[in-house]
């Protein structure tokens, strides 16, 4: 069974997504999540703001990118065969209980900030 994904976002939810997405904004609000995209630089150079709100989004992209990592590191995604296709969202979903099986990916003291 496929699961269209903005079917799976509740009210309040995240989505933290690329310059290449904003099509999605209004379905987003929709159900009242909040998109999260890096700022389009209109002039050639960002604003202050523009700087700082790009430097929090890609704090939070490193920590996205390490937890994809993880789940990669399994291996198990390298050799699913063709026959197993039915059974990729429960398979997914154990490389995901694996990865989180581990030590958490940002130290307290990172969380905070």
Do not use: W
Request: glycine share 2%; hydrophobic share 45%; proline share 8%.
């Amino acid at each position: 069974m496929t699961v269209d994904f903005l079917s799976c976002i509740e009210p309040g939810d995240t989505v933290l997504a690329d310059k290449g997405f904003p099509q999605i904004k209004s379905e987003l609000l929709k159900r009242n999540a909040l998109l999260v995209i890096p700022p389009f630089a209109f002039d050639p150079q960002f604003t202050n703001s523009e700087i700082d709100e790009t430097y929090k989004i890609a704090s939070v992209r490193i920590h996205v990118e390490r937890a994809i990592q993880r789940i990669k590191l399994c291996n198990i995604l390298k050799f699913i065969p063709i026959t197993l296709l039915p059974h990729i969202d429960a398979i997914m979903h154990m490389c995901c209980v694996i990865a989180n099986s581990k030590p958490p990916l940002i130290k307290n003291s990172e969380a905070s900030n």
